[in-house]
């Protein structure tokens, strides 16, 4: 019998545009929401394998190793909230051009000193891509790829800081902006596009009315 697995939660990779600031955006896109995302090893688990971090294979195999050793796991989802919310410190600085928190970034380099040296280059469809090889039953082997992903937009958005957050107000979710004009200003059109339009309308439609009250 099939597994029941807990449904999809938070936001998807595709909006957010890459690995690194998908995972930052599974803690929620409001602070009164924050950590609804991905509350659970069982979640993070979940969540890595809609996203493709790992596959249907590793998930199940991890499953059964978190169900061996509770408390590791446990420990792996503290240290990925924790992770997780220093890579949104690191975003916000960069975007922002702030001077980035010295912790934060010492935080984060130790994680990825974790993570590196499974890293490998391996054959896909044309050349190579990166790839994960070391121990296949490290319960925190999702968080390698989505960090380094993380880490690697870091680095390019020196200069050119093309992870935004929204600028809808109050919504503290990230994307990578791919767009031609480089413009882009919501995290998903559908949800604070059309809030941040409906607004724009109701400011214009107050403005036109107390107008013509006074004329
Ligand atoms: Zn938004």
Redesign the pocket.
Known sequence: MARKQPPPRGPQLELAGALGVAFVNTAG?REENRQVGVRSYAELLVWSQQVGVVSAAEAERLRQLAAERPDEAAAVYERAVKVRSVLFRLFLATGTKRQLPPEDLATANEALARALPALRMVPAEQGLQWGWAGDEGALDRMLWPLLFSAAELLISARGRPHVRQ?A?KG?L?FFVDRSPSGQRK???MK??GNRAKALRHRKWRRGSQSSSFWD
Do not use: G, Q
């Open positions: 896109a929204c809808f919504c979710l919501w995290c998903d949800t604070c």
